[in-house]
């Protein structure tokens, strides 16, 4: 079974903080992805990797960077959080279709 | 601009009858289909998807039809089980097998009554 390990379930932050977002698989798969998830709007990808140091934005990504400094582990990075980046995020992981998904980070900016 | 919609916000069926959720798309690019399962606190569960080559795809109590000329698929779960009491996503893929991430629909809180 693939397994996708977000470092924490829960974190809380301050406005102004940098905050670090940690993934990792275990199936040396080649893609990466980080998605947010709100209410009423659904999954929407935030970033996404299909390779060591390589990304690629997806559909929001203001406010956001990433980092893949090896296969296995992709990093979300909120450069200085906002209290609109409260959220629940996901990261999944794939070869070939389908994505599959850690538990999430539900992330609180206070 | 919502690439999938799920127009159904809520569904409540009755135990041991069929449920189906409903799905639109309108980018004729995308040719390649996916349902999730999500729980509260836990990451959506892929469930059943299919390629815009077939029109059905069947796995155990779950059947996906896809209408490419109206651009609309289903999700059939035949009997409903109190377990499938979830939060059911459409997702669509414009390159099969390519590195693109997903568009989600907004989702469907599926409620099975005993």
């Known amino acids: 079974d693939v397994k996708v390990t977000q470092s924490s379930r829960y974190l809380v932050k301050r406005t102004g903080e940098k905050v670090f977002l940690e993934c990792v698989q275990d199936?040396?798969?080649?893609?990466m992805f980080w998605y947010r998830q709100d209410p009423g709007l659904g999954l929407r990808l935030i970033y996404f990797s299909y390779d060591v140091k390589m990304k690629e934005k997806g559909d929001i990504p203001e406010g956001y960077s990433v980092s893949r400094e090896k296969k296995e582990r992709f990093s979300l990075i909120l450069e200085s959080a906002s209290t609109n980046q409260t959220s629940m995020y996901l990261c999944?992981?794939?070869?070939?279709?389908?994505?599959?998904f850690g538990d999430g980070t539900r992330l609180s900016i206070l | 601009d919502q690439q999938v919609k799920q127009n159904s916000p809520s569904l409540s069926v009755q135990e041991g009858r069929i449920s189906i959720l409903n799905c639109d798309y309108t980018?004729?690019?995308?040719?390649?289909f996916l349902w999730y399962k999500k729980y509260p606190a836990e990451g959506p569960t892929f469930l059943i998807s299919i390629s815009s080559i077939k029109d059905k795809n069947e796995d155990g109590r779950f059947t996906v039809f896809l209408n490419k000329s109206a651009k609309h698929l289903s999700l059939h779960i035949v009997p409903s089980q109190p377990g499938d009491s979830a939060v059911y996503f459409c997702a669509a893929s414009a390159r099969g097998g390519g590195a693109d991430g997903l568009t989600f629909g907004k989702g469907t809180h599926l409620i099975i009554q005993p």
């Open positions: 980018n004729s690019m995308f040719d390649y």
């Open positions: 199936m040396d798969h080649e893609n």
């Open positions: 999944a992981s794939r070869a070939n279709q389908p994505q599959h």
